[in-house]
C-alpha cells in the first residue's frame, strides 16, 4: 500500500479529483447561475433542480461524501472484472442530488442507513487509475 495516488489518474476525471490530503476525493460539481444550488455531476446539460441551461456556470470543487441511503451486497459481477462481492450503495451528496457509490470493502455491518459516508480514492488494478469509493466519516478528521 505505498502507491502514491497523485501519480495515478481518475478514472471518471468529470466526477471527482483527488484532495489535497492525497486519499480523499473532491467532487466536482456546477454550480446554477439562476438558483446558487449545485448540480452533479458538472457537465450535465441543465440544471436538475431549476432547468436553467447552466450558461457559464461556475465549476466547484466540494469534499466528496454525503449520507447511506440504502445499500445491497452484490454477489455476481454485474460487468465483467467486477469484483464481487461488493457493497453498492444510494448515497444523498448533497441537498436533493442522489447518486449511486461503491463501499469500501464489503463487510455490511459497519453500515447503518443515514451515516455520514466521505469518498476516497483507491488504486485500480493496472495501477495507473484510481477510482471512487465510500467510507464511513465517524471518526475521520475533519
Ligand atoms: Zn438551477
Known amino acids: 500500500m505505498t502507491t502514491d495516488l497523485r501519480g495515478l489518474q481518475p478514472q471518471h476525471p468529470t466526477l471527482y479529483q483527488l484532495a489535497p490530503d492525497g486519499e480523499s476525493l473532491e467532487f466536482l460539481y456546477a454550480q446554477c447561475p439562476a438558483c446558487r444550488k449545485l448540480v452533479f455531476p458538472a457537465n450535465v446539460p441543465g440544471c436538475s433542480h431549476c432547468g436553467d441551461p447552466l450558461q457559464g456556470a461556475e465549476k ?83
Open 60 to 142: 466547484v470543487a466540494r469534499p466528496g461524501g454525503g449520507k447511506l441511503l440504502e445499500y445491497v451486497t452484490l454477489h455476481v459481477p454485474l460487468l465483467p472484472g467486477m469484483e464481487v462481492p461488493r457493497i453498492a450503495a444510494d448515497i444523498l451528496i448533497e441537498d436533493g442530488l442522489v447518486e449511486e457509490g461503491v463501499i469500501a470493502g464489503s463487510d455490511e455491518s459497519a453500515l447503518h442507513v443515514g451515516m455520514a459516508l466521505r469518498a476516497v480514492a483507491v488504486a485500480q488494478p493496472g495501477g495507473e487509475t484510481f477510482a471512487c469509493r465510500f467510507v464511513p466519516a465517524e471518526g475521520a478528521a475533519r
